[in-house]
């Protein structure tokens, strides 16, 4: 079955030492997302890619950054985690046609900071 | 700029108890409206959707329609069940192929 994969399931970090979160799809998708959600809220965006542009929002802290090397995968890199950072951090990915297609997501990359 | 107001959780239910949940929105135009849901420990998958007004989404038993005239896109179910414990978001598409989420709104379905 097409889907987005995220690992791992759950990542626990230190306080101020980097960590990698990874996602890859098999959907073929234009766009991959990251977002982040805390408690249950609303997810929020924290950037997304189209093909090879990077998009990020206004309000992401530098600490996060992201790579998109090919089609089907995507890294999230928070550089120096503060335990405001542990949160669950959502992929997603939508084909990017018109804007106002369905988002597919993964099960979640739960992170702790310690 | 466009938006989406749920109503508050949470929902506590019996099984199956008829189920609403209100979702208004505030767009330009006539975007395709979404229903999400987060099942505990999980990312979101998409409920249900409907793209121009009037059409009525359904999936699983749940279904809301797209009301222009009330700006409205309700999700109901006539009978819910413990397994539909959750949380729901209702969304609409927010320009550069971005989503605006609504607050989310939890559901307990209690046997």
């Known amino acids: 079955d097409a889907m987005v994969i995220q690992n791992p399931r759950y990542q626990v970090t230190q306080f101020g030492k980097p960590v990698t979160l990874s996602c890859s799809q098999t959907l073929n998708h234009n766009v991959m997302y990251w977002y982040q959600q805390k408690s249950s809220q609303a997810p929020k965006l924290l950037f997304h890619?189209?093909?090879?542009?990077?998009?990020n929002e206004a309000d992401t802290p530098d600490n996060f950054q992201s790579r998109r090397p090919n089609t089907s995968f995507c890294f999230l890199d928070i550089r120096s985690p503060g335990l405001g950072d542990a949160a669950m951090y959502l992929c997603?990915?939508?084909?990017?046609?018109?804007?106002?297609?369905?988002?597919?997501f993964g099960p979640g990359t739960r992170l702790l900071v310690l | 700029g466009d938006s989406v107001t749920q109503m508050e959780g949470p929902v506590t239910l019996s099984e199956e108890a008829f189920l609403t949940i209100n979702c208004t929105y505030t767009a330009t135009g006539y975007p395709s409206l979404f229903w999400y849901v987060q099942y505990p420990g999980e990312g979101l998958q998409l409920l249900l959707k409907a793209t121009k007004a009037d059409d009525k989404g359904s999936n699983k038993g749940f279904e809301a329609t797209y009301r222009k005239e009330t700006t409205s896109f309700h999700l109901e179910k006539g009978s819910v069940q413990v397994s539909d414990s959750a949380v729901y978001f209702c969304a609409l598409p927010g320009g550069y192929n971005k989503l605006i989420f609504g607050a989310g709104t939890r559901l307990a379905v209690h046997p």
């Open positions: 890619y189209y093909d090879k542009d990077f998009n």
């Open positions: 997603a990915t939508s084909r990017g046609e018109d804007g106002q297609e369905t988002q597919y």
